[in-house]
T-cell receptor, first 112, second 117 residues
Framework: SQQGEEDPQALSIQEGENATMNCSYK?????LQWYRQNSGRGLVHLIL?????REKHSGRLRVTLDTSKKSSSLLITASRAADTASYFC????????????FGAGTILRVKS | GAVVSQHPSRVICKSGTSVKIECRSL??????MFWYRQFPKQSLMLMAT?????????EQGVEKDKFLINHASLTLSTLTVTSAHPEDSSFYIC?????????????FGSGTRLTVV
């Protein structure tokens, strides 16, 4: 299975702190994507990093990718209560068709 | 940006009846649509991939006759849960990509909460 694993499963921090979530996967990839899901809602695409990229930034988000370790991390800096959500990594590999395979997700709670 | 509309957002049906969920791409042509199922506090499990005008490709363990998928146009895919039972109660989410979309991230619908009583 290509499905990734994420850690931690749950993370609770204070507003203003940084939150780091990690994702590991099993096979080679073309790209890795991070998504956010608010409770009972659909997923929102946050950021995509290609296999030949090592780091990418978008606003308060920073994503790293280490293909040798088959792992990625998502850092949210200066967290806000509104960042409270579930975060999922998803891998894309062309050989598997164009489907995404999702990790287990991290539930982030930011306390104000 | 790309928008995917999913309806209904919530549905309650009686056991044995069928329920249809629609997924529409509003501002782009979706060459491929995906249907996922999500149990509480769990990740998304891909059920099937559908390409416009062709039969859907189902993941292992997903019953084709129970979860009927139709992708009749480049902007609409439907998932019909036939003869629903309480164990089919779940959160169903669709996503869509257009040509080359796999390089830019997928767009998801807002999900459908199905409760079978």
């Amino acid at each position: 299975s290509q499905q990734g694993e994420e850690d931690p499963q749950a993370l609770s921090i204070q507003e203003g702190e940084n939150a780091t979530m990690n994702c590991s996967y099993k096979t080679s990839i073309n790209n890795l994507q991070w998504y956010r899901q608010n409770s009972g809602r659909g997923l929102v695409h946050l950021i995509l990093i290609r296999s030949n990229e090592r780091e990418k930034h978008s606003g308060r988000l920073r994503v790293t990718l280490d293909t040798s370790k088959k792992s990625s991390s998502l850092l949210i800096t200066a967290s806000r209560a509104a960042d409270t959500a579930s975060y999922f990594c998803a891998t894309f590999l062309l050989e598997y068709g164009n489907k995404l395979v999702f990790g287990a997700g991290t539930i982030l709670r930011v306390k104000s | 940006g790309a928008v995917v509309s999913q309806h209904p957002s919530r549905v309650i049906c009686k056991s044995g009846t069928s329920v249809k969920i629609e997924c529409r791409s509003l501002d782009f042509q979706a060459t491929t649509m995906f249907w996922y199922r999500q149990f509480p506090k769990q990740s998304l499990m891909l059920m099937a991939t559908s390409n416009e005008g062709s039969k859907a490709t189902y993941e292992q363990g997903v019953e084709k006759d129970k979860f009927l998928i139709n992708h009749a146009s480049l902007t609409l895919s439907t998932l019909t849960v036939t003869s629903a039972h309480p164990e089919d109660s779940s959160f169903y989410i669709c996503s869509a990509i257009g040509a080359g979309g796999e390089d830019y991230g997928y767009t998801f619908g807002s999900g459908t909460r199905l409760t079978v009583v």
